[in-house]
């Protein structure tokens, strides 16, 4: 696997933590702590080879669609779902993390007597049981439309995301095998949600299919993720669009989207001026934190600790934050930078 894990050292990596951040590209399941994972497996049924996954810290692409698979087979009640999602924001918030806009993909699984409805509901209960023991964290959802469902599927979730918009889900993803479906499939429903004041990141660019990538640009997210692939066209119309860009520099290596992190997008978006968010897209599937991608960040493209502040507080303003929480989080993190360069002085 091409990882470099020793590639920052553990100042760089302590200085990261200390940094207040912001996590807008998390998929819920893809965050799942391992220890529950562990125990959520050993209730059911699990092929053993999957769960010996588990264990594995640096995995390969394989094992990681393994563990996807794994992680797929036991969030299947709602008790579950509500324990990941209050876990999930628990180890957010560990990590310094002062706003987490998480996503997932609601899911139909009748037999286990779930429903698209009952999902959200237990996704937003664990956040709730979150926020009622913690104070110090901002929490806001996305829904994710998945590649592989039809138009009708879609706009069910994006009436979902309608109906829960005053819970706090601020918008919806699209996601899941890029190799899947078609853009004109899944529009419609993105139209109707702009429309009614709801907010959209696209995943685009995960694999090269310039008319579908050209075709999502043109529509005019309000977030966009990844574009690893591109031709010379299609990165001249991302800067010009100025689309803020979620970049999750592990998920990318990982999975191959890019060579290496020295080689990663990240490094001409960023010297280019465009908006970029660093965030861990599958923290457990990939071993890693937002801290640890900070400091990936810092050490392959030699940034200094002032630009990595800059880079962390930027990201307020691309969340789908309302405009009085973005001030709020702006004000926190003014505070908490002033403390960091003050110790640093000292
Ligand atoms: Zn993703």
Redesign the pocket.
Known sequence: MKTLPDLYNQEQLAFCQSLPKVEL?A?LNGSVRASTLRELAAEKQIDPELCKLIEKGDRTLAECFGIFTLIHQVTTSISAIQRITREVLEDCAADNIIFAELRTTPKSRPEHGLTKQTYVEAVLAGIDAFSEQNSGMEVGLLLSIDRRESAEEAMHTVTLAQQYHSRGVSGLDL?GNPTLGSWTTWRPALDAARASGLHISL?AGEVYRPAETSQMLEWRPDRL?HMCCLDEQLRSSLLASHIPLEL?LSSNVITESVAGYPDHHFRQLYHAGHPVVLCT??SSVFSTTLSREYALAMAAFLLDRREMLMLAKKSIDYSFAESHIKQRLHTAFDRAAAKIQHSSAS
């Open positions: 590209h998929h996601s995943h993720g999750c897209d599958d």
